[in-house]
């Protein structure tokens, strides 16, 4: 069955980079990133696991917890975390998950069932789907999924603006326009009456019968 948003987060068990990992466990009472990739020592994602450990520390502020899968085992992963700190000059300490019966990547819906039981012969491009973000909220639901192709890096400042978007639409009955940043106004949602928008933000734009502006409220 494949996964939405607002579907609770696959829990499993998992041998990773740090040692045995209870994943629901693991995310606590905050928020985690979970990212995934096809096969280690592919170029694409070397670049993508060292960009992730130089951004480790602003995901850390926002109070999310980061975590990769690679379809290979654990002892691989230390050999690639060495050719990361070569290529991009970044500690990978963020737990790997080794996925070498391909359970996590079945759970996710990143492989199919039939897709065997070992990862062992298998090559990128029989795991090219395995290239997902999930973000996943303190309630351990999917807030955010995000799929990319084996040839496209992934923009984590595109991932950073969509958490800070969910946080704080999380926390006041707002949404986020296209191209948002931090700091930028902000919609108010139906669910809000002018008079109420009045009470909690102060003030606001009519753009349109269905779209008011405000300010945005503080984090």
């Not at 379809?71 to 970044?90: E, F, L, M, N, Q």
């Not at 070498?100 to 990862?119: C, F, H, N, Q, T």
């Not at 973000?133 to 923009?155: C, E, Q």
Request: hydrophobic share 40%.
């Amino acid at each position: 069955m494949s996964l939405r948003i607002n579907d609770i987060a696959p829990d499993f068990t998992a041998e990773t980079t740090v040692g045995p990992l209870h994943f629901h466990e693991w995310i606590g009472n905050g928020w985690a990133v979970l990212f995934s990739h096809p096969k280690n020592f592919t170029p694409v994602c070397t670049t993508e696991l060292g960009a992730m450990a130089g951004l480790e520390g602003e995901f850390r502020k926002r109070g999310v917890k980061i975590i990769g899968i690679s379809v290979d085992p654990v002892d691989s992963h230390a050999k690639w975390k060495a050719d990361i700190r070569t290529a991009t000059g970044y500690d990978v300490d963020y737990p790997l998950i080794g996925d070498r019966d391909l359970k996590v990547a079945k759970l996710y819906d990143m492989l199919p069932a039939g897709a065997g039981e070992s990862s062992e012969g298998r090559t990128p491009a029989d795991n090219a789907t395995v290239r997902s973000v999930y973000i996943i909220g303190p309630d351990k639901k999917i807030k955010l999924i995000l799929t990319y192709p084996m040839t496209t890096g992934r923009n984590f400042a595109e991932i950073l603006r969509a958490i800070d978007s969910i946080q704080l639409t999380a926390k006041h009955q707002v949404a986020t326009p296209a191209n948002w940043q931090p700091g930028e106004d902000v919609i108010i949602t139906a669910a809000v009456s002018n008079e109420d928008a009045i009470a909690r933000f102060g003030s606001f734009d009519t753009v349109l019968p269905y779209l008011r502006k405000t300010k945005q409220p503080a984090a």
